[in-house]
């Protein structure tokens, strides 16, 4: 998921993706750990994902912090 597609997604819709993306990578903790994980490179994914939307909800909080502060 790119940054772009990311931004066009509605603040709840983050909300939802990032819950789908924090259990997704507890799944792949618990299969790398029990040596079932086929596609270690998911896990990498996984992360950069999550920090993708993370960084996008802060963004999203602090431009609307301005935006009170200007008010």
Do not use: C, H, P, Y
Not at 24 to 49: C, D, H, M, P, Y
Not at 52 to 57: D, E, G, S
Request: charged share 35%; net charge positive.
């Amino acid at each position: 998921m790119q940054v772009s597609d990311v931004r066009d997604l509605s603040d709840d819709e983050l909300s939802t993706r990032l819950l789908e993306l924090k259990r997704e990578q507890l799944n792949l903790r618990f299969q790398r750990a029990s040596g079932q994980l086929e596609k270690t490179a998911r896990i990498n994914v996984v992360r950069k994902t999550i920090a993708r939307i993370k960084t996008v909800q802060s963004q999203r909080k602090a431009d609307a912090a301005k935006e009170n502060a200007d008010a």
